[in-house]
């Protein structure tokens, strides 16, 4: 029976698969998005529902139970209810001041190459490596510090840039938001729940398709051009520091040799761009199976990739810019019918796990 207690085995065992097809389950999920005392108890009083238990999970089993009796009209009462929610907690942001505040990051440098944990990382190469503690409160000073703050700014960015441009999908009418926070789901479209990923065309996926092309590893490749236009760098430096000071001196330089070389990795990579955008399967695949393992997931997703194709490192700065993001968006949503249900759905394997997963998955591609 697909009682309470089946959707929410399904949800904790990442087991998502249903909730794209079955109105119970919606229902299910909707309710989970109003699981706050003051939301509950304002959505109970607006429809003259009388709930007996008062702690937060026994009234989510208990309101389940109620409106699951009617799931038609349940789903109708609860779409109008968040719908009005959403627009209340519109109004309390203030979008211009905050767009204010993310355009005063000049650099989006993380300052290690953790992934997903910072914790472990700093375990990893410092806790469990220096024995000496002058040793180690030494790196407060040239690492430690850098590290931690690159984190809480990069984060801190991500953060408040993602509410943003989750705000843009929520004021559309096609787009069921989730007032209150729920594992997984951002909101629902036509009543499919998405969890919304805003991200990038990954290093490591052109990294990927250059060797698949036979194409050279791009530091290989660019520190070889580089002796060929006496162009000196710091060969001891980290490879990302190599390859911007070579980028960066062949910029200034600006001769025909210079300029053939930079173009030549701007056209490589906008060769990749361009056949992710005719198969956006391929890329969005690639991003499941590539998560990062702390945080991985098999739910629905609607990946959004910014791509500055004038310079592919800065495409970050393309997160606060409101304007241009959100005409691709509104047309997306606008034309969301055109969409093939079956041609949104994926298989992928996840390292470590034995099992395959199947998620609905599409991509809006933002490319400047």
């Known amino acids: 029976m697909k ?79 968040i719908n009005v929610e ?25 300052g ?6 910072l914790d472990k990382f700093l375990v990893s190469r410092y806790v469990k490596v220096y024995k000496s503690y002058d040793s180690l409160i030494s790196k407060f000073e040239t690492e430690i510090n850098v590290a931690v703050q690159g984190y809480v700014l990069n984060s801190w960015y991500n953060h408040w840039s993602s509410i ?15 007032v209150g926070q729920i594992k997984s789901v951002d909101f629902f479209i036509n009543d499919i729940p998405f969890d919304l990923k805003v991200t990038y065309l990954p290093a490591e996926y052109i990294k990927e398709k250059r060797k698949e092309k036979g194409l050279p590893v791009e530091l290989t490749f660019l520190k070889k051009k580089a002796e060929e236009a006496n162009v000196n760098f710091d060969k ?7 390859s911007y000071e070579i980028i960066e001196k062949m910029k200034d330089k600006n001769d025909d040799f210079c300029h053939s070389v930079l173009e030549t990795l701007k056209n490589e990579k906008l060769e990749i761009l361009r056949e992710v955008q005719e198969n956006p399967r391929i890329l969005a695949t690639w991003l499941y199976e590539n998560q990062g393992e702390m945080r991985f997931g098999s739910e629905n997703r609607l990946f959004l990739v910014l791509v500055d194709t004038d310079d592919f490192s800065n495409s970050w700065k393309l997160k606060r810019n409101l304007s241009f993001l959100k005409p691709t968006i509104i047309n997306y ?19 470590g796990k034995p099992q395959i997963f199947t998620a609905l998955a599409d991509i809006i591609f933002v490319v400047k």
Request: hydrophobic letters at 35%; zero cysteines; charged letters at 30%.
């Open 3 to 81: 009682d309470f207690n089946y959707w929410k085995k399904l949800h904790e065992n990442q087991n998502l698969e249903e909730f794209s097809n079955d109105k119970m389950g919606l229902l299910w999920l909707k309710t989970k998005s109003i699981l706050r005392k003051e939301l509950i108890a304002k959505f109970i009083n607006t429809n003259n529902i009388t709930l007996h238990e008062t702690s937060l999970q026994r009234q989510f089993v208990e309101l389940f139970d109620l409106l699951s009796k009617d799931v038609l009209n349940s789903n109708i009462l609860l779409d109008k209810f």
């Open 86 to 110: 959403n627009l209340k907690q519109v109004k309390y942001l203030d979008t211009e001041q905050l767009v204010s505040e993310l355009y005063k990051l000049k650099n989006f440098d993380w």
């Open 112 to 117: 290690g190459d953790y992934n997903n944990s």
């Open 164 to 178: 943003l441009i989750e705000h843009i999908f929520k004021s559309h009418p096609k787009v069921l938001p989730t």
């Open 236 to 242: 001891k430096a980290k490879p990302s520091d190599i």
């Open 333 to 351: 949503l606008d034309n969301i019918e055109n969409k093939n249900i079956d041609d949104l759905k994926i298989s992928f394997e996840f390292k």
